[in-house]
Antibody, heavy 121, light 107 residues
């Protein structure tokens, strides 16, 4: 049974960098889209970015190049950096495993429990 | 692609049928749509993907129909665990989008 677990600071100051890690246990990193998704309180989910195990990355254009997702296959984990944060970046952050292909669609079959990140001075 | 879900809230009783709508801003392939259920304080759980494939452990009370821009998630015989928020999700051109969600609450 694959399990994902987010870790990282729960409080980040405005203009600083938010850094989160997702540890993957019970399965391999290979062959999937490792993804970060966030959800402000009471609002819908927003996809942030992803890295496929092959190394290809893609990000939500709305984040204006502030995000970087990286994968460490040796540690079976992947990470998110979100730079120049503002209070608008306050949200529950989820890591998720994307499965599928561009041809047949990609959906998220495994999720972490989420970690709340608050941006405040 | 923008996904619009309706209604915002559905008030039903256990045993009822729930009909949730997801409308896309442009024609999409049903195979690129997925549905999730999220209970308070929990991560979303995958329900259905690739048009009509139920995820592991999801009973056949859950079904999806539709094509083009209009899709429907139907939940037959609502059980207590079904009272939650439901999201549709689309994948295309390396981008994912989610709908705003429909809350199914106990009447």
């Amino acid at each position: 049974q694959v399990q994902l677990q987010e870790s990282g600071p729960g409080l980040v100051k405005p203009s600083e960098t938010l850094s989160l890690t997702c540890s993957v246990s019970g399965g391999s990193i290979s062959g999937y889209y490792w993804t970060w998704i966030r959800q402000p309180a009471g609002k819908a989910m927003e996809w942030i970015g992803r890295m496929h195990s092959t190394g290809s990355t893609y990000y939500n254009p709305s984040l204006k190049s502030r995000a970087t997702v990286s994968v460490d296959t040796s540690m079976n984990q992947f990470s998110l950096e979100l730079r120049s944060v503002t209070v608008a970046d306050t949200a529950m952050y989820f890591c998720a495993r994307g499965v599928g292909t561009g041809a047949i669609g990609v959906h998220f079959d495994q999720w972490g429990q989420g970690t709340l990140v608050t941006v405040s001075s | 692609v923008v996904l619009t879900q309706s209604p915002g809230t559905l008030s039903l009783s256990p045993g009822d049928r729930a009909t949730l709508s997801c409308r896309a801003s442009q024609t999409v392939s049903s195979s690129h749509l997925a549905w999730y259920r999220q209970k308070p304080g929990q991560a979303p759980r995958l329900l259905i993907y690739g048009a009509s494939n139920r995820a592991t452990g999801i009973p056949d009370r859950f079904s999806v129909s539709g094509s083009g821009t209009d899709f429907t998630l139907t939940i037959n015989r609502l059980e207590p665990e079904d009272f939650a928020v439901y999201y549709c999700q689309h994948y295309g051109d390396s981008l994912w989008t989610f709908g705003e969600g429909t809350k199914v609450e106990i009447k």
